[in-house]
């Protein structure tokens, strides 16, 4: 029985007893109740409109009920008391009907049942999910079937229902970033836990003063203090006026620095034999042992790398080949180093590399035994290294920053270095452009037409070094000695020829310059004016005024691969 | 002056011992402390154009390391000039004979020292050494010893 509601939302009440007394049914039950009321329900739906999955609650109630009861059918079932009121799950879109039928009298209370707008959703993401504290995080957040948002925990207030922030952390611990959006399909909740925990201090002073005691005549000497200990042990010394060197790779320290009880493990060839070094600089060699340590700079460890301890005493040392002293003068001690050891930072990984693992080099490593040397092959992991490349993190390279110097020079320079190229917030690389380096760590500058194909930068260089026969030079050579200062210019090529720029830069004398100035622009010869050099070297005053990063050989860092500078 | 050069070029391989000059001597040996093969390379080249000729003969050895050496030997056979380039430093004493010394001396007694240049200027000898550690360049000459119309320029 098919009843047509007029509107569809309303509580269709229809008396069917007394609806006519057409049919023959009706006629048959008229005829045996005549002495028994006909049965008049009444029922009702609340709401009458709602959507799929809602509560309807039923009433209603049964005037002269029959003894057989009465019983639900159509959107409901089964047996109901006479009266009462329960509650049912709106199902399905569309009209839904409960019909109650008391002895062969039926009523119904129809509920229009629609389709519930669908439930929101949100996500949240952090990217990455685990930083330090000097490093940001992005958070990223999206929702479906939501008309607002609303963040709590870590953030607050309104946002828009889809979106991203930047979370700069300002202090460590773990952080929940919750929120809640709604919509009218009602309301969902996300969160993304953010861990910070403390950064590694990644920098550490650079001092150009005087020098230690016991050096004279220092000028551009950037220091660095370097702690070593022996491997895995809280034995460790600190050893302050270490030249920081961008044009040598790996930590050689005089072992006259040194405390005995480091007691530094020795470091074996390629044959087992007890590993000499050789450093070989323009200006003369280091020869010593290759020991072991630990070497910290800032917070950051090299564990258990090779370094060279110039002057070692121990007895498989005692003797300098006659291929390492063939490189010049002894430079192995305070006076002639002018420092305490040499921090070698630049853009290699080992101070040799690939060759001396594959052959014994002459003049590089030694096989020694009882002050007896012979040159040896040395496995890569066992050369000495750039501490930079073995450090757990910010180990792609480095920045440098100075402060300007002018013409008259500075009695002293404090300076930052910073290990990590964009890893940290401290050491992005900004307007900086990157200038690509060759195979031999080499770029080009072009100066008065010329180009020095294979010049670079060098932060163990104590000028300018540049050939220039128009530029008069001091007594004795070597330094330049202008009437007045200098204003000069070059231009530096990237060695892929992908960047390019000016550099201006003054050359004053040297002579003139008060004896207590240890930072100046100061330049110097190359060599001869009638000899066909290619280098153009870029040494310390280049760093003054100047954030210059070091990227290492086979490092990505800001869509290149290094070795690269950018400055 | 810009010349032009006319190149013989033998080629050989040697095996074993190789023969370095030292700088104002006759070619010399350095013996057993050097085992590997090297590629040796001899040219004979006359200026022309100046009515001076010079001739003399290169010797170019290649290290193992990849270290390039160059040396410039007169029609006596006598080496006038050297050159290197590479990754390591050649052995500097064979290579300059008794010159080896001025390189030394002068070291010691430059003021506000520097690390990475060394250049020597005297009447007796011109030497040039610069780079920095696996890319090292250098070139050294005898002033007095050079053949008439030789530019130190071409050294390579």
Not at chain 1, 233 to 248: P, R
Not at chain 1, 373 to 383: F, N, T, Y
Request: hydrophobic fraction near 40%.
């Amino acid at each position: 029985m098919k009843f047509s509601c007029l509107a569809g939302a309303m509580l269709c009440l229809v008396l069917a007893a007394c609806g006519g007394g057409g049919s023959s049914a009706s006629g048959t039950a008229a005829t045996t109740t005549l002495a028994t009321p006909a049965p008049v329900i009444s029922i009702s739906a609340s709401p009458t409109a709602t959507t799929s999955g809602q509560v309807i609650t039923l009433s209603w109630s049964v005037s002269n009920p029959p003894s057989s009861g009465c019983t639900a059918s159509g959107a409901w079932s089964g047996a109901v008391a006479s009266s009462g009121t329960q509650t049912v799950t709106a199902g399905e879109a569309g009209s839904a009907s409960y019909t109650l039928s008391c002895g062969g009298v039926s009523n119904s209370a129809v509920v229009t049942v629609s389709t519930p707008p669908p439930s929101p959703t949100v996500s949240l993401t952090l990217a990455p999910a685990s930083i330090t504290t000097a490093q940001t995080s992005t958070l990223s957040w999206s929702s479906a079937n939501a008309t607002s948002c609303t963040a709590s925990g870590a953030w607050s207030g309104s946002k828009a229902t889809a979106g991203s922030a930047t979370i700069t952390p300002t202090a460590a611990g773990n952080f929940t970033y919750s929120l809640s959006c709604s919509g009218d399909g009602g309301t969902a909740s996300g969160s993304a836990v953010l861990s910070v925990t403390a950064a590694l201090n990644n920098s550490t002073a650079i001092l150009v003063d005087s020098g230690p005691s016991g050096v004279n005549g220092v000028i551009n000497v950037p220091y660095v203090s370097v702690t070593v200990c022996r491997p895995g042990t809280s034995t460790c010394q600190t050893i302050d006026h270490v030249l920081l060197d961008t044009g040598s790779y790996g930590l050689r320290l005089l072992t006259s620095q040194l405390d005995s009880t480091l007691a530094l493990p020795a470091v074996a060839t390629a044959s087992g034999e007890d590993a000499g070094a050789c450093g070989k600089f323009i200006s003369g060699y280091t020869w010593g042992a290759v020991r072991q340590a630990d070497v910290r700079i800032a917070d950051e460890v090299a564990s258990g790398i090779s370094i060279q301890v110039i002057g070692d005493s121990g007895a498989s040392y005692t003797s300098t080949p006659s291929s390492c002293s063939s490189a010049g003068a002894n430079i192995g001690t305070l006076s002639a180093l002018g420092a305490k050891g040499i921090l070698g930072v630049g853009m290699f990984r080992q101070d040799c590399g690939a060759s001396c693992a594959n052959a014994a080099i002459s003049g590089v490593y030694y096989a020694c035994a009882s002050g007896s040397c012979a040159p040896d092959a040395m496995p890569l992991a066992r050369q000495i290294g750039n501490p930079v490349a073995a450090f757990a993190s910010n180990n792609n390279g480095l920045l440098i920053t100075m402060p300007a110097v002018g013409t008259a020079g500075l009695t002293s320079v404090n300076g930052t270095l910073i290990f990590g190229v964009n890893t940290q917030s401290n050491n992005t690389i900004a307007g900086e452009t990157l200038y690509q380096a060759n195979g031999s760590g080499d770029f080009t500058t072009t100066y008065k037409g010329k180009a020095y194909s294979a010049s670079f930068i060098d932060s163990g260089s104590n000028g300018y070094f540049f050939p220039d026969s128009s530029i008069r030079q001091c007594s004795g050579g070597d330094f330049y000695c202008p009437a007045s200062p200098l204003s000069l210019s070059a231009v530096n090529t990237a060695a892929d020829g992908s960047a390019s720029g000016t550099i201006g830069f003054n050359v004053v004398n040297m002579v003139s310059l008060d004896s207590t100035i240890t930072a100046a622009q100061v330049g110097g010869t190359v060599g001869s004016s009638t000899s066909s050099g290619t280098y153009f070297d870029w040494g310390m005053p280049f760093f003054y005024g100047r954030r210059v990063f070091v990227v290492l050989e086979g490092a990505s860092v800001a869509g290149k691969t290094g070795p690269y500078w950018a400055y | 002056m810009r010349r032009a050069f006319s190149l013989m070029l033998f080629l050989s391989l040697l095996q074993g011992a190789l023969a370095w000059a030292a700088l104002g001597s006759a070619p010399s040996n350095f013996g057993a402390a050097t085992t590997q093969s090297r590629q040796a390379s001899r040219l004979a080249a006359s200026s022309t154009g100046t009515g001076a000729d010079a001739v003399y003969t290169v010797t170019q050895s290649t290290l193992d390391s990849g270290t390039v050496v160059r040396e410039y030997s007169d029609a006596n056979g006598t080496v006038f000039a050297v050159s290197w380039k590479g990754p390591t430093l050649p052995d500097l004493r064979t290579l300059l004979g008794d010159k080896f010394t001025a390189m030394t001396s002068n070291a010691a007694r430059r003021p506000k020292a520097g690390h990475s240049q060394l250049a020597v200027n005297q009447s007796d000898v011109v030497i040039v050494s610069n780079g920095h550690m696996r890319a090292y360049a250098g070139q050294a000459w005898i002033p007095g010893a050079l053949p008439a119309g030789f530019d130190t320029g071409s050294i390579e």
